[in-house]
Every structure is written in structure tokens, then in C-alpha cells.
């Protein structure tokens, strides 16, 4: 079954949490391409990838977020894209078996089409090459996130939907609150993302990384109050990080963000995970509010 299938049978679904600072505790040093290590340090990815299994996600993701040509190009590695972003899918498959969900992640390239760095073309050339090898590799599902400009969302959205048999989830990372309104850096509503996304032919819309989850709820509102039906995932931050001592903190802990989880549901978010400073603690914890 797809994950549309079991969301039309209106399951809740888990998916994992923190790649980045989960890659950083493990030995990733500031400056390091995360994406090398599918090759150079794969058994320490594939243990990222299994503890997101033990701790009871349905949905796991892929170690290839900046895997696209224009960021490796930052590393020399641009010619590289096709095989980290297969070995990043067939590491994920490996620990998630046949009967778990593996999401190809696909960040941001870091070129703005409003500032030239690059044009539509290219972007969605990046976009195709990254999000072919991922399925390539086992992916079922290619997820977008992370992005802040609509057209680059929008254009990565129609590589992977018209390049692949992938379902395709697109989330976008909102600033703001309740009172001030939600809006990406580049100035996007939720209401804008969801209308542009699903003509672009996203299955899944939604929202990771700049918030904790109690943020989360409102956006998911604002996103119902454009459109009802279409499936939601949220992929939040335990906390707004804080720097102490040099150090990126994230303050909330897994009983904290799990206390939300019955409010984001009744917000209408469909898949529920974690982003920067979450832990498999913080998906276990999840999951069983989620059972609850």
C-alpha cells in the first residue's frame, strides 16, 4: 500500500526526525559533505536510518537533502549527485525493509531565480537527476522540504511528480506565530504554498524545520482553511535552537512535543515527525501519543 492508501483509511503516519544534527553528534565535522558519507561512512548512516526503524516510524527519510549538483559543486563532487543520492536511497531501503516507506529527501539548491543564480532549467534538471536516483535506489516517496521560494518548490515538485512514480510531498518552512501570521523568508503564506503546490502536483504539502511543534498547529490551520482534504505532514524542530556555549540547543524534549501531537492531529495533520534536534526519544514519543 502507498502511503495515500493508508492515509485514505485516515492513519496517522510517523515519520522519522533529525538527519543533520543526528549526522553532527555522530562525527560530521563543520565543512564536511554529509552526502559523502553514503559512501565513505556508510554503516554510520545505516544506524541513523535503523534507529529511526526501531523507534517506530513509518516513514523513513534518505541522508541526501543537500544532494543536489549545485550544492555538491560547493565540494567538488557535482559529477557525483546520480550515485550519493542511489546510495542514500538503498542505505534507507536496507533498514527499512519492504514494509516501511523510504522518502528521498531533496533540500534547497541555494540559487534564487529571482537573483539569477541559475534558471528554471536548471533547477529542474538538478531536481530530476536527484530525484530519479533516488528512486533508482528504493525510494517510494520523494520529499521536498526545507524550501522558503515557491518557484524553486514548485519546480521540484514537477521533476519528481513528471520523472518518477514516486508520490511527492513538498513542505515548506514558515516563520512567524499565531498573531504576527506564517510566512516563509521569501514571503510565501501557507494558503499560497498549498494552492501553488497542488497544481504542481504535489500528493502531500506541509511544513518542517523553523518552528517547535506548538507553532506547527496554527500553520496546519491555515493550511485547512485553503483546503481540506489534501494530506498534511508536519516535521517539526524540538524547540527554536539556541546557541549556548557554541552549541545549537534544542530545548524540547520528547514528552514535550509529543503533548502537542493530539492538537495537531485535531488540526488535521495526517503525518506527524521531527526535524532539527529531535531524536528517535522524541519519534518514540510520537508514536505513542499518536496509538493514544
Given at each position: 500500500m502507498s502511503i495515500l492508501d493508508k492515509l485514505e483509511k485516515n492513519q496517522i503516519l510517523l515519520s522519522d526526525g533529525a538527519w543533520g544534527t543526528f549526522l553532527q553528534a555522530t562525527g560530521l565535522k563543520p565543512g564536511e559533505c554529509p552526502e559523502l558519507w553514503?559512501?565513505?561512512?556508510?554503516?554510520?548512516?545505516?544506524?541513523?536510518?535503523?534507529?529511526y526503524v526501531e523507534a517506530g516510524s513509518d516513514i523513513i527519510?534518505?541522508?541526501?537533502?543537500?544532494?543536489?549538483?549545485?550544492?555538491l559543486s560547493n565540494y567538488g563532487l557535482a559529477d557525483r549527485a546520480h550515485e550519493l543520492n542511489k546510495a542514500a536511497a538503498e542505505i534507507s531501503r536496507q533498514a527499512a525493509g519492504k514494509e516501511i516507506h523510504v522518502a528521498g529527501c531533496v533540500g534547497p539548491t541555494g540559487k534564487m531565480l529571482i537573483m539569477?543564480?541559475?534558471?528554471?532549467?536548471q533547477l529542474y534538471e538538478a531536481f530530476k537527476e536527484q530525484s530519479a536516483a533516488l528512486e533508482e535506489g528504493g525510494a517510494d516517496i520523494?520529499?521536498?522540504?526545507?524550501?522558503?521560494?515557491?518557484?524553486?518548490?514548485?519546480?521540484?515538485?514537477?521533476a519528481a511528480r513528471e520523472n518518477t512514480k514516486c508520490i511527492v510531498i513538498c513542505s515548506m518552512t514558515f516563520d512567524g506565530d499565531v498573531v504576527s501570521g506564517f510566512n516563509t523568508m521569501m514571503g510565501v503564506s501557507p494558503s499560497e504554498m498549498v494552492v501553488a503546490l497542488k497544481e504542481a502536483g504535489a500528493h502531500v504539502v506541509g511544513s518542517n524545520c523553523g518552528n517547535g511543534i506548538e507553532n506547527m498547529i496554527g500553520i496546519v490551520k491555515e493550511i485547512r482553511k485553503t483546503d481540506l482534504n489534501i494530506p498534511v505532514i508536519i516535521q517539526a524542530n524540538a524547540g527554536v535552537p539556541e546557541f549556548v556555549d557554541g552549541k545549537t540547543v534544542f530545548r524540547e524534549s520528547p514528552g514535550m512535543m509529543a503533548s502537542f501531537v493530539p492538537?495537531?492531529?485535531?488540526?488535521?495533520?495526517?503525518?506527524?515527525?521531527g526535524c532539527c534536534g529531535t531524536t528517535p526519544a522524541h519519534i518514540s514519543a510520537i508514536r505513542n501519543s499518536i496509538r493514544k
Open positions: 553514503n559512501v565513505t561512512r556508510r554503516g554510520d548512516v545505516l544506524k541513523i536510518a535503523e534507529s527519510e534518505t541522508n541526501s537533502f543537500g544532494a543536489n549538483r549545485f550544492k539569477g543564480d541559475a534558471n528554471e532549467e520523494i520529499i521536498i522540504e526545507t524550501m522558503t521560494a515557491i518557484d524553486e518548490a514548485v519546480i521540484a515538485t514537477k492538537a495537531l492531529i485535531e488540526a488535521g495533520a495526517n503525518i506527524i515527525g
